[in-house]
């Protein structure tokens, strides 16, 4: 964590000399008397603030590896498949028994998993080794009932990054959702 504490001290510095520069460029700008030096200065304050935005991406990236080793990594997403016979309203999600994430929808989030939105709800940690994951789902059923089903799955975590899907599917021979999870490769 002392790299991370580092590099964002550096984004920081870097943040407020841009400021710095871009308040300078302020003062000349108000007088008229000096056109040639502000239009120079103005230059400069915009290359910095450029370099600020590829040092803050910079750092967003390498936070990310940093917190999120693709040894130790897992993400789980939430899909729907046509969507006709549920209407999701939440979805926990349980991972080795510990609540990870909670989640509740609005109708513009539905919308868009129901036009083949995939929907990032987490990303951690794991060790390598035999994880058990349970996903609850709330909503409306069939005929307007309230729904709440569950499913779980238990998957071995290796050294590679793990991607785990929670689908929402639609059975239309027993007229009932079904909730699948797919592990992907």
Do not use: C
């Not at 409306?140 to 590679?160: A, M, Q």
Request: glycine letters at 8%; proline letters at 5%.
């Amino acid at each position: 964590m002392p790299v991370l504490n580092s590099l964002r001290a550096l984004g920081l510095a870097a943040l407020m000399a841009a400021s710095a520069l871009g308040w300078a460029a302020d003062a000349p700008a108000a007088a008229a008397s000096a056109p040639a030096p502000v239009a120079g200065l103005d230059t400069r304050v915009q290359e910095v603030k450029a370099d600020v935005v590829r040092l803050n991406r910079d750092l967003l990236v390498l936070e990310e590896e940093l917190l999120f080793p693709a040894s130790t990594q897992v993400a789980l997403f939430v899909s729907m498949d046509v969507g006709k016979l549920f209407e999701l309203d939440s979805v926990q999600i349980k991972l080795d028994d510990k609540v990870v994430t909670s989640y509740l929808y609005t109708p513009a989030e539905v919308a868009a998993l129901h036009r083949g939105g995939v929907q990032r709800v987490h990303m951690g940690n794991l060790k390598s080794g035999e994880h058990e994951i349970v996903a609850f789902f709330t909503g409306k059923g069939p005929h307007d009932r309230d729904y709440k089903r569950g499913t779980k799955l238990k998957f071995e975590k290796g050294s590679e990054p793990r991607y785990i899907e929670l689908r929402i599917k639609d059975s239309t021979g027993k007229l009932q959702p079904e909730f699948d999870v797919k592990v992907w490769q």
